[in-house]
């Protein structure tokens, strides 16, 4: 039950009220320092209330709560340290991480306690000294591995067409070789090298990310920009596109450029996911994010239409036309493409001067340019403005995020060895098993005398009210005239007084 309401205590509008209450509930716990404490007991979504905290967006909460778990260290003037109970916060032995919690959430205010002490620190502890190094790495290496995949498409098996055209329109002169023959030369045999490393990374890229899907779950892993979920999409659409680029190249099967042409263009994509790393550059990655999946897939929808209705149209009118004298729409497919294209204004109007064309066509293509190029694409760069608006007062926030994200992902995916345990054991100082991170924090003097002084001035206007007061209450039998001077009085005395004070502020200042 002490748990429950701990947990109910977290949510609470009222945060002072909240605190005093926790305080209250946690001096009744017998157990404060054992595995039973309130405090370390889960809900039914395995948060504690510490957690629960956090993912809520309750500051006031959390920096409570750390303020209790903190340990003073030494202080010399105003200088001084402390060590910061970070048990739950570090993402190191956690299996729900308390940093991907905050980052996986879709309330804002819980974003703004990467911005707070100590996770901040902590936060930036990690990226400098591991997060960062490791990562820069990371796209190094995938940048050189897609140069050897890009390579090998480019020079992948061709011979010669041996066949004669059956059409006029027929533009093919190589044709893809068999399994037997794709492999004699010299140059084949460096080819089959990268290929090898194509499969290999292909391979280790599906190793990596199956199981975070089976721990997080496809909804969550997939749905949350911040955490990557489309280019968790897109690297993994390119790997089975390898491996069926795979199958069909030891199957002597045709037709092997589709996939292979799709997995180049995810396997450069990709590359954009690498530049979260950069707060120059990452914001943006978000910003694209949002524009595709927000403002453009909407859009699309309504552009599929139109170019469905204008392009059948398009083919009608020219179904009895020669088709060697305006090829744009000489069948349907044909024509859904030049109607895209004629959409996004990347062609003009296809048109012949040499012989007549029908007159509905004019009728017709007049009107998909007032609706289409007017009107839906302006609508398009509308949207996306807003949408760019609203992400830049965001793109530090996004960024932190971000970078939270990223360095919890590495710190998953490397070996211990590779990335140890941040901060201080508490056994150093006698304090258990819990792990602390130091942090020295320098006082200002002069803020803490201006403090002083503000305190007192709010004191003073405070007594001279009360004094005004007890002196309208002594003459409440006397004249309306004599309160309302009694009463202006007063106030030019408070008035006066914190004129003089504020005055010796700014002097010290």
């Known amino acids: 039950i002490g748990n429950t309401v701990l947990h109910i205590l977290v949510l609470q509008p009222n945060k002072t009220f909240a605190c005093h209450m926790y305080s209250l509930i946690l001096s009744y716990d017998r157990n404060k320092e054992g595995p039973g404490s309130l405090e370390l007991i889960p809900n039914n979504e395995g948060l504690s209330p510490f957690k629960l905290a956090g993912v809520e967006g309750n500051t006031v909460m959390?920096?409570?709560?750390?303020?209790?778990?903190?340990?003073?260290?030494?202080?010399?003037?105003?200088?001084?340290?402390?060590?910061?109970?970070?048990?739950?916060?570090?993402?190191?032995?956690?299996?729900?991480?308390?940093?991907?919690?905050?980052?996986?959430?879709?309330?804002?205010?819980?974003?703004?306690?990467?911005?707070?002490?100590?996770?901040?620190?902590?936060?930036?502890?990690?990226?400098?000294?591991?997060?960062?190094?490791?990562?820069?790495?990371?796209?190094?290496?995938?940048?050189?591995?897609?140069?050897?995949?890009?390579?090998?498409?480019?020079?992948?098996?061709?011979?010669?067409r041996t066949g004669n055209r059956t059409s006029s329109r027929d533009n093919t002169v190589y044709v893809q070789k068999m399994l037997q023959e794709s492999y004699?030369?010299?140059?084949?045999?460096?080819?089959?090298?990268?290929?090898?490393?194509?499969?290999?990374?292909?391979?280790?890229?599906?190793?990596?990310?199956?199981?975070?899907?089976?721990?997080?779950?496809?909804?969550?892993?997939?749905?949350?920009?911040i955490l990557g979920g489309p280019f968790h999409i897109i690297v993994i659409t390119y790997a089975c596109m390898i491996l069926v680029t795979m199958v069909m190249r030891l199957t002597s099967t045709t037709g092997e450029v589709v996939p292979m042409s799709f997995a180049l263009v995810l396997g450069w994509c990709n590359v954009m996911y690498f530049a979260r790393g950069f707060q120059m550059l990452g914001p943006f990655t978000i910003m694209i994010q949002k524009m595709i999946f927000g403002d453009l897939m909407r859009f699309c929808w309504l552009m599929a239409v139109v170019i469905l209705g204008f392009a059948s149209a398009f083919y009608i009118i020219f179904q009895t036309e020669?088709?060697?004298?305006?090829?744009?729409?000489?069948?349907?497919?044909?024509?859904?493409?030049?109607?895209?294209?004629?959409?996004?204004?990347?062609?003009?109007?296809?048109?012949?001067?040499?012989?007549?064309?029908?007159?509905?066509?004019?009728?017709?293509?007049?009107?998909?340019a007032i609706i289409a190029t007017l009107l839906m694409l302006n609508l398009l760069i509308a949207m996306m403005g807003d949408t760019h608006w609203r992400v830049a007062h965001e793109q530090d926030e996004l960024w932190r995020a971000q970078v939270v994200a990223t360095t919890v992902m590495l710190e998953r995916k490397l070996p211990r060895c590779l990335w140890p345990r941040s901060g201080i054991c508490g056994r150093e100082f006698g304090l258990g098993d819990r792990w602390y991170l130091r942090i020295e924090d320098r006082?200002?003097?002069s803020k803490h005398k201006m403090m002083r002084y503000t305190e007192a001035f709010k004191v003073q206007d405070r007594d001279n009210y009360d004094k005004g007061s007890e002196k309208l209450e002594t003459n409440g039998d006397t004249l309306c005239k004599k309160e309302m001077s009694a009463l202006s009085l007063s106030r030019s005395t408070s008035r006066t007084s914190s004129h003089r004070g504020w005055e010796i502020l700014r002097r010290n200042t």
């Open 322 to 368: 020669n088709p060697e004298n305006l090829g744009q729409f000489y069948n349907y497919p044909m024509s859904l493409f030049t109607t895209f294209e004629l959409f996004l204004t990347i062609i003009d109007g296809p048109a012949n001067y040499d012989v007549d064309l029908p007159f509905m066509y004019s009728v017709v293509y007049f009107a998909f």
């Open 443 to 445: 006082v200002d003097p």
């Open 184 to 225: 004699v030369a010299y140059e084949d045999e460096l080819r089959l090298v990268g290929e090898l490393i194509t499969v290999i990374g292909a391979v280790v890229i599906l190793v990596l990310e199956i199981p975070d899907i089976l721990r997080v779950g496809a909804a969550k892993y997939f749905g949350q920009t």
């Open 62 to 160: 959390f920096q409570y709560l750390m303020q209790k778990r903190k340990q003073n260290l030494w202080s010399f003037g105003p200088l001084s340290t402390v060590l910061y109970d970070i048990t739950e916060i570090d993402s190191w032995a956690e299996d729900q991480s308390f940093l991907e919690l905050i980052v996986s959430t879709k309330k804002r205010e819980a974003r703004q306690i990467l911005d707070l002490t100590p996770v901040k620190e902590l936060v930036s502890l990690k990226w400098n000294m591991y997060g960062r190094p490791y990562f820069c790495f990371l796209a190094l290496f995938y940048i050189l591995y897609m140069v050897c995949f890009t390579m090998c498409c480019v020079y992948r098996p061709l011979k010669p």
